[in-house]
Protein backbone atom coordinates (compact mmCIF):
# COMPACT_ATOMS: atom_id res chain seq x y z
CA UNK A 1 0.00 0.00 0.00
CA UNK A 2 1.40 3.34 -0.62
CA UNK A 3 2.25 5.69 2.04
CA UNK A 4 0.54 8.68 0.93
CA UNK A 5 0.91 10.39 4.04
CA UNK A 6 5.41 10.03 4.02
CA UNK A 7 5.04 11.66 0.21
CA UNK A 8 2.56 13.98 1.82
CA UNK A 9 5.38 15.21 4.42
CA UNK A 10 7.89 15.08 2.24
CA UNK A 11 5.98 17.60 -0.05
CA UNK A 12 5.29 19.79 3.08
CA UNK A 13 8.80 19.98 4.06
CA UNK A 14 9.84 21.62 0.55
CA UNK A 15 11.20 18.16 -1.26
CA UNK A 16 9.84 17.56 -4.42
CA UNK A 17 8.66 13.58 -5.35
CA UNK A 18 11.07 11.22 -7.23
CA UNK A 19 9.95 9.56 -10.62
CA UNK A 20 9.24 6.30 -8.79
CA UNK A 21 7.46 7.97 -5.92
CA UNK A 22 5.18 10.11 -8.49
CA UNK A 23 4.41 6.75 -10.40
CA UNK A 24 3.49 4.81 -7.13
CA UNK A 25 0.46 7.63 -6.98
CA UNK A 26 -1.03 5.11 -9.71
CA UNK A 27 -0.85 1.84 -7.60
CA UNK A 28 -3.12 3.16 -4.65
CA UNK A 29 -5.88 1.09 -3.23
CA UNK A 30 -9.27 1.78 -3.74
CA UNK A 31 -9.78 2.94 0.00
CA UNK A 32 -6.78 5.30 -0.40
CA UNK A 33 -8.33 7.89 -2.87
CA UNK A 34 -9.84 10.16 -0.23
CA UNK A 35 -6.71 9.90 1.41
CA UNK A 36 -4.67 10.98 -1.66
CA UNK A 37 -7.39 14.27 -2.48
CA UNK A 38 -6.61 15.04 1.27
CA UNK A 39 -3.23 14.86 1.07
CA UNK A 40 -3.47 17.04 -2.08
CA UNK A 41 -5.75 19.39 -0.90
CA UNK A 42 -3.53 20.44 1.96
CA UNK A 43 -0.89 20.73 -0.16
CA UNK A 44 -2.55 23.46 -1.92
CA UNK A 45 -3.54 25.15 1.08
CA UNK A 46 0.13 25.54 2.43
CA UNK A 47 1.88 26.48 -0.95
CA UNK A 48 -1.08 28.28 -2.83
CA UNK A 49 -2.30 31.82 -2.12
CA UNK A 50 -6.36 32.32 -1.21
CA UNK A 51 -6.99 33.15 -4.79
CA UNK A 52 -8.40 32.14 -7.92
CA UNK A 53 -6.53 32.85 -11.08
CA UNK A 54 -8.75 33.90 -13.76
CA UNK A 55 -7.99 33.77 -17.83
CA UNK A 56 -10.07 34.25 -20.79
CA UNK A 57 -9.61 33.51 -24.75
CA UNK A 58 -10.97 34.23 -27.41
CA UNK A 59 -10.45 32.13 -30.63
CA UNK A 60 -8.44 34.37 -32.64
CA UNK A 61 -8.14 32.51 -35.78
CA UNK A 62 -10.24 29.64 -36.39
CA UNK A 63 -10.06 26.03 -39.04
CA UNK A 64 -8.12 24.87 -41.72
CA UNK A 65 -5.17 23.88 -39.39
CA UNK A 66 -2.66 21.43 -41.08
CA UNK A 67 -1.75 19.51 -38.28
CA UNK A 68 -3.56 16.53 -37.25
CA UNK A 69 -4.24 16.19 -34.02
CA UNK A 70 -6.68 13.61 -33.33
CA UNK A 71 -9.05 15.77 -30.30
CA UNK A 72 -9.04 18.76 -32.56
CA UNK A 73 -12.42 20.01 -34.33
CA UNK A 74 -10.12 22.54 -36.00
CA UNK A 75 -7.81 20.09 -37.80
CA UNK A 76 -8.19 20.55 -41.85
CA UNK A 77 -8.00 16.62 -41.74
CA UNK A 78 -11.15 16.01 -40.24
CA UNK A 79 -14.47 17.02 -41.14
CA UNK A 80 -16.23 18.80 -38.16
CA UNK A 81 -18.43 21.70 -37.50
CA UNK A 82 -15.86 23.97 -36.01
CA UNK A 83 -16.18 27.53 -37.38
CA UNK A 84 -13.66 28.77 -40.22
CA UNK A 85 -12.06 32.19 -40.66
CA UNK A 86 -9.08 34.73 -40.24
CA UNK A 87 -7.94 36.71 -37.79
CA UNK A 88 -10.83 38.49 -35.68
CA UNK A 89 -10.92 41.95 -36.41
CA UNK A 90 -9.29 44.59 -33.73
CA UNK A 91 -12.28 45.85 -32.68
CA UNK A 92 -13.85 42.25 -32.01
CA UNK A 93 -10.77 41.53 -29.81
CA UNK A 94 -10.51 45.00 -28.18
CA UNK A 95 -14.31 44.70 -27.20
CA UNK A 96 -13.71 41.24 -25.92
CA UNK A 97 -10.58 42.24 -23.75
CA UNK A 98 -12.58 44.83 -22.39
CA UNK A 99 -15.75 43.13 -21.20
CA UNK A 100 -13.45 41.01 -19.58
CA UNK A 101 -10.96 43.66 -17.67
CA UNK A 102 -14.80 45.04 -16.70
CA UNK A 103 -15.51 41.73 -14.95
CA UNK A 104 -12.33 41.02 -13.10
CA UNK A 105 -10.87 38.86 -14.94
CA UNK A 106 -6.85 38.96 -14.35
CA UNK A 107 -5.47 38.00 -17.83
CA UNK A 108 -6.92 37.79 -21.56
CA UNK A 109 -5.31 35.56 -24.35
CA UNK A 110 -5.85 35.24 -28.08
CA UNK A 111 -5.40 31.95 -29.05
CA UNK A 112 -5.43 31.33 -32.67
CA UNK A 113 -5.30 27.93 -34.75
CA UNK A 114 -2.57 26.38 -36.85
CA UNK A 115 1.16 25.10 -36.85
CA UNK A 116 1.96 28.96 -36.22
CA UNK A 117 1.12 32.82 -36.75
CA UNK A 118 3.11 34.73 -38.70
CA UNK A 119 3.66 37.47 -41.29
CA UNK A 120 0.63 40.02 -41.42
CA UNK A 121 -1.35 38.05 -39.21
CA UNK A 122 0.94 38.12 -36.62
CA UNK A 123 1.81 41.81 -37.16
CA UNK A 124 -1.84 42.96 -36.52
CA UNK A 125 -1.99 40.29 -33.78
CA UNK A 126 0.83 42.25 -32.09
CA UNK A 127 -0.79 45.98 -33.01
CA UNK A 128 -3.91 44.62 -31.07
CA UNK A 129 -1.68 43.51 -28.11
CA UNK A 130 0.48 46.93 -28.61
CA UNK A 131 -2.86 48.90 -27.91
CA UNK A 132 -4.11 46.48 -25.45
CA UNK A 133 -1.36 46.84 -23.25
CA UNK A 134 -1.38 50.46 -23.42
CA UNK A 135 -5.12 50.58 -22.25
CA UNK A 136 -3.89 48.52 -19.12
CA UNK A 137 -6.33 46.90 -16.84
CA UNK A 138 -5.55 43.04 -17.57
CA UNK A 139 -2.82 40.86 -18.27
CA UNK A 140 -1.97 39.52 -21.84
CA UNK A 141 -1.22 36.05 -23.04
CA UNK A 142 -1.01 34.49 -26.53
CA UNK A 143 -1.29 31.40 -27.91
CA UNK A 144 -0.02 31.23 -31.40
CA UNK A 145 1.72 27.97 -32.16
CA UNK A 146 5.22 26.90 -32.19
CA UNK A 147 6.68 29.75 -32.88
CA UNK A 148 10.06 30.93 -33.24
CA UNK A 149 12.33 33.68 -31.61
CA UNK A 150 11.47 36.65 -33.94
CA UNK A 151 7.93 35.69 -33.95
CA UNK A 152 8.06 35.51 -29.82
CA UNK A 153 10.02 38.61 -29.42
CA UNK A 154 7.26 40.90 -31.62
CA UNK A 155 4.94 39.47 -29.28
CA UNK A 156 6.98 40.24 -26.10
CA UNK A 157 7.40 43.74 -27.32
CA UNK A 158 3.96 44.22 -27.68
CA UNK A 159 3.50 43.84 -24.35
CA UNK A 160 2.57 40.53 -24.12
CA UNK A 161 3.43 38.32 -20.68
CA UNK A 162 2.55 34.96 -20.90
CA UNK A 163 2.71 32.38 -23.65
CA UNK A 164 0.78 29.39 -24.02
CA UNK A 165 1.65 25.60 -26.20
CA UNK A 166 0.31 22.28 -24.30
CA UNK A 167 2.55 19.35 -24.51
CA UNK A 168 -1.32 17.90 -24.40
CA UNK A 169 0.03 14.63 -23.08
CA UNK A 170 2.60 11.91 -22.12
CA UNK A 171 5.77 11.90 -24.56
CA UNK A 172 4.91 7.81 -25.21
CA UNK A 173 1.35 8.71 -26.08
CA UNK A 174 1.61 11.48 -27.97
CA UNK A 175 2.77 10.21 -31.19
CA UNK A 176 -0.23 8.12 -31.23
CA UNK A 177 -2.31 11.19 -31.25
CA UNK A 178 -0.56 13.74 -33.67
CA UNK A 179 2.07 13.10 -36.19
CA UNK A 180 2.57 16.38 -37.83
CA UNK A 181 5.06 17.60 -34.66
CA UNK A 182 6.62 16.81 -31.86
CA UNK A 183 6.34 17.51 -28.24
CA UNK A 184 10.05 18.38 -28.24
CA UNK A 185 8.95 20.79 -31.30
CA UNK A 186 6.85 22.01 -28.24
CA UNK A 187 9.71 22.29 -26.07
CA UNK A 188 11.93 23.86 -27.72
CA UNK A 189 9.15 26.82 -28.32
CA UNK A 190 8.80 27.43 -24.52
CA UNK A 191 12.40 27.14 -23.57
CA UNK A 192 12.78 29.85 -26.15
CA UNK A 193 9.91 31.83 -25.12
CA UNK A 194 11.42 31.96 -21.16
CA UNK A 195 14.19 32.77 -22.40
CA UNK A 196 12.98 35.67 -24.07
CA UNK A 197 11.04 36.43 -20.41
CA UNK A 198 7.39 35.39 -21.04
CA UNK A 199 5.72 33.89 -18.06
CA UNK A 200 4.78 29.73 -19.62
CA UNK A 201 1.07 28.04 -19.51
CA UNK A 202 1.61 24.58 -20.48
CA UNK A 203 -0.84 21.53 -20.01
CA UNK A 204 -2.91 19.43 -22.05
CA UNK A 205 -6.00 17.26 -22.16
CA UNK A 206 -6.59 14.41 -20.42
CA UNK A 207 -9.26 11.41 -21.20
CA UNK A 208 -7.60 10.89 -24.72
CA UNK A 209 -6.62 7.18 -23.86
CA UNK A 210 -3.53 7.70 -22.04
CA UNK A 211 -2.87 5.44 -19.10
CA UNK A 212 -2.70 6.66 -15.19
CA UNK A 213 1.01 6.04 -15.56
CA UNK A 214 0.97 7.87 -18.40
CA UNK A 215 -0.88 10.73 -16.68
CA UNK A 216 2.31 10.97 -14.25
CA UNK A 217 4.53 10.70 -17.03
CA UNK A 218 3.03 14.02 -18.38
CA UNK A 219 3.28 15.40 -15.42
CA UNK A 220 6.86 14.70 -14.85
CA UNK A 221 7.39 16.00 -18.36
CA UNK A 222 5.93 19.28 -17.13
CA UNK A 223 8.56 20.02 -14.44
CA UNK A 224 10.85 20.07 -17.33
CA UNK A 225 9.04 22.99 -18.46
CA UNK A 226 8.16 24.39 -14.94
CA UNK A 227 5.15 26.48 -15.93
CA UNK A 228 3.85 29.36 -13.99
CA UNK A 229 0.14 27.71 -14.94
CA UNK A 230 -0.71 24.14 -15.69
CA UNK A 231 -4.25 24.07 -17.89
CA UNK A 232 -6.25 20.90 -17.41
CA UNK A 233 -8.36 20.17 -19.98
CA UNK A 234 -10.93 17.14 -20.01
CA UNK A 235 -11.48 15.71 -23.60
CA UNK A 236 -14.77 16.47 -24.89
CA UNK A 237 -15.10 14.36 -27.80
CA UNK A 238 -15.65 15.93 -31.06
CA UNK A 239 -17.70 14.41 -33.93
CA UNK A 240 -16.04 13.72 -36.94
CA UNK A 241 -12.15 13.73 -35.18
CA UNK A 242 -10.94 10.11 -34.55
CA UNK A 243 -11.34 10.54 -30.86
CA UNK A 244 -15.08 10.82 -31.20
CA UNK A 245 -16.29 7.62 -29.62
CA UNK A 246 -13.87 8.06 -26.43
CA UNK A 247 -15.21 6.66 -23.13
CA UNK A 248 -15.80 9.88 -20.75
CA UNK A 249 -13.16 9.80 -17.69
CA UNK A 250 -14.92 9.20 -14.36
CA UNK A 251 -15.33 11.91 -11.65
CA UNK A 252 -12.65 9.75 -9.72
CA UNK A 253 -9.92 9.93 -12.47
CA UNK A 254 -10.64 13.31 -12.89
CA UNK A 255 -9.81 14.03 -8.69
CA UNK A 256 -7.23 11.33 -8.84
CA UNK A 257 -5.61 13.42 -11.62
CA UNK A 258 -5.87 16.39 -10.12
CA UNK A 259 -4.32 15.57 -7.00
CA UNK A 260 -1.33 13.90 -8.75
CA UNK A 261 -0.68 17.12 -10.48
CA UNK A 262 -0.52 18.98 -7.21
CA UNK A 263 1.74 16.85 -5.44
CA UNK A 264 4.08 16.89 -8.92
CA UNK A 265 3.58 20.33 -9.06
CA UNK A 266 3.04 21.63 -5.32
CA UNK A 267 3.57 25.41 -6.49
CA UNK A 268 1.94 25.96 -9.81
CA UNK A 269 -1.47 27.36 -10.50
CA UNK A 270 -3.68 23.96 -11.74
CA UNK A 271 -6.18 25.34 -14.20
CA UNK A 272 -9.63 24.26 -15.19
CA UNK A 273 -9.69 24.78 -18.59
CA UNK A 274 -11.82 22.64 -21.55
CA UNK A 275 -14.18 20.08 -20.74
CA UNK A 276 -15.01 20.58 -16.78
CA UNK A 277 -18.58 21.90 -18.07
CA UNK A 278 -18.85 17.51 -18.38
CA UNK A 279 -18.47 17.20 -14.37
CA UNK A 280 -20.71 17.75 -11.94
CA UNK A 281 -20.75 20.84 -9.51
CA UNK A 282 -20.08 19.00 -6.79
CA UNK A 283 -17.21 17.55 -8.83
CA UNK A 284 -16.11 20.92 -9.42
CA UNK A 285 -15.74 22.15 -6.02
CA UNK A 286 -13.95 18.91 -4.98
CA UNK A 287 -11.45 19.60 -7.19
CA UNK A 288 -10.83 23.30 -6.49
CA UNK A 289 -10.45 22.10 -3.29
CA UNK A 290 -7.90 19.35 -4.15
CA UNK A 291 -6.31 21.58 -6.19
CA UNK A 292 -7.71 23.42 -8.97
CA UNK A 293 -6.88 26.92 -8.36
CA UNK A 294 -7.33 28.67 -11.50
CA UNK A 295 -9.79 28.65 -14.78
CA UNK A 296 -10.46 30.23 -18.33
CA UNK A 297 -13.45 31.89 -17.34
CA UNK A 298 -16.34 33.41 -19.24
CA UNK A 299 -17.36 32.91 -22.48
CA UNK A 300 -17.17 35.30 -26.17
CA UNK A 301 -18.98 39.07 -26.01
CA UNK A 302 -22.81 38.48 -24.74
CA UNK A 303 -21.75 35.82 -22.27
CA UNK A 304 -19.13 36.79 -20.06
CA UNK A 305 -20.59 38.40 -17.42
CA UNK A 306 -23.17 35.36 -16.33
CA UNK A 307 -20.26 32.91 -17.21
CA UNK A 308 -17.85 35.19 -14.38
CA UNK A 309 -20.31 35.82 -12.21
CA UNK A 310 -20.86 31.98 -11.50
CA UNK A 311 -16.80 31.10 -11.72
CA UNK A 312 -16.67 33.75 -8.88
CA UNK A 313 -19.55 32.49 -7.04
CA UNK A 314 -18.07 28.98 -7.39
CA UNK A 315 -14.36 29.85 -6.21
CA UNK A 316 -16.52 32.14 -3.16
CA UNK A 317 -18.17 28.56 -1.84
CA UNK A 318 -14.58 27.07 -1.79
CA UNK A 319 -12.79 30.00 -0.19
CA UNK A 320 -11.06 31.67 -3.07
CA UNK A 321 -11.38 35.49 -3.55
CA UNK A 322 -11.51 35.75 -7.54
Known amino acids: MVDIDTLKAKILDGGSLTEAEAYSLCEIEPSQHEALWEAAAEITRRFCKPEFDSCSIINAR ?13 SAHYKTSADVYGLVSREECLKTAEENRLHGVRRFSLVTSGRALTGRELTKACGYFR ?3 ENGGIGLCASMGLLGPEELQSLYDAGVRRYHCNLETAPSHFATLCSTHTIEDKIRTIETARKIGFEICSGGIIGMGETPRQRVEFALTLRRVAPDSIPVNILNPIPGTPLEHSEPLSPEEVLDTVALFRMIHPHTILRFAGGRISLS ?3 QIKAMKIGVNGAIVGDLLT ?3 SKVRQDRELAAEVGYSF
Open 62 to 74: SGRCPEDCKWCAQ
Open 281 to 283: RET
Open 303 to 305: TIG
Open 131 to 133: EMS
